[in-house]
């Protein structure tokens, strides 16, 4: 079967800087995913790592550890607007076009 | 920015009624997929489609039913909505470019069941 974890909820500084974290168990792998999703709206795409190392996007950046198992997304530079579920999503299987979804990380930036 | 559509965004609907939610993309992918997200919760991969005439059950057990006659859409039936049937309901189409397999979401519906 398919365990993805991620943190409940995280609370970061207006300015600062949050890592979120996200490890996987899966058989097969084909690529992670983040999506961003602000309270009753759909997902929408953040980043896609299929090989190891870290991808940046502007003030977000995705990390992949494919032999840990382990992901993980940096906002830099936080704002109000960024407070939203996380979601870490794992396509796995070969031949697989299935995203398997955490529970995702809600992230609450103060002031 | 993807174009991929869903009516109605609400519904608030008896128990016993069969009702349809429709999702329609203008990318021309071939793979869609359906979604149940409750509250604060994961999303559940109910059904999905890799193309015209193909349709099948996700990982969540769902009382509800899917077509695909055409490649733009992708309707879910419940023939006998109940209480139970509470949930948001996200429709996603996805395609292949490069190395990259992106699910992109509609906007979503909410169902409520009274």
């Known amino acids: 079967g398919q365990n993805i974890d991620q943190p409940t909820e995280m609370t970061a500084t207006e300015g600062a800087i949050v890592q979120i974290n996200c490890t996987y168990q899966?058989?097969?792998?084909?690529?992670l995913f983040w999506y961003q999703q602000h309270a009753g709206e759909a997902p929408t795409f953040l980043s896609y790592n299929v090989l190891d190392g870290l991808e940046e996007k502007g003030r977000f950046s995705s990390f992949l550890s494919r032999s840990k198992g382990y992901s993980y997304l940096l906002l830099k530079e936080l704002q109000m607007k960024d407070s939203a579920s996380y979601l870490c999503?794992?396509?796995?299987?070969?031949?697989?076009?299935?995203?398997?979804f955490g529970k995702g990380t809600k992230l609450s930036v103060i002031p | 920015e993807a174009d991929i559509y869903q009516t109605p965004r609400y519904l608030v609907i008896g128990t016993g009624k069969k009702i349809t939610l429709e999702c329609s993309q203008t990318?021309?992918?071939?793979?869609m997929y359906w979604y149940q997200q409750d509250p604060g919760m994961e999303l559940h991969l109910i059904h999905y489609?890799?193309?015209?005439?193909?349709?099948e059950k996700g990982d969540l057990s769902s009382e509800s039913t899917v077509s695909r006659i055409r490649t733009e859409h992708f309707p879910l039936t419940l023939e006998s909505a109940r209480p139970s049937h509470t949930s948001q309901y996200l429709c996603?189409?996805?395609?292949?470019?490069?190395?990259?397999?992106?699910?992109?979401f509609g906007p979503g519906t909410r169902l409520l069941v009274l």
């Open positions: 996603a189409s996805s395609e292949y470019q490069g190395r990259q397999e992106t699910q992109y």
């Open positions: 489609s890799y193309g015209v005439n193909s349709t």
């Open positions: 899966t058989s097969g792998f084909n690529g």
């Open positions: 999503a794992v396509l796995a299987g070969a031949g697989s076009y299935q995203l398997t």
């Open positions: 990318m021309g992918h071939d793979k």
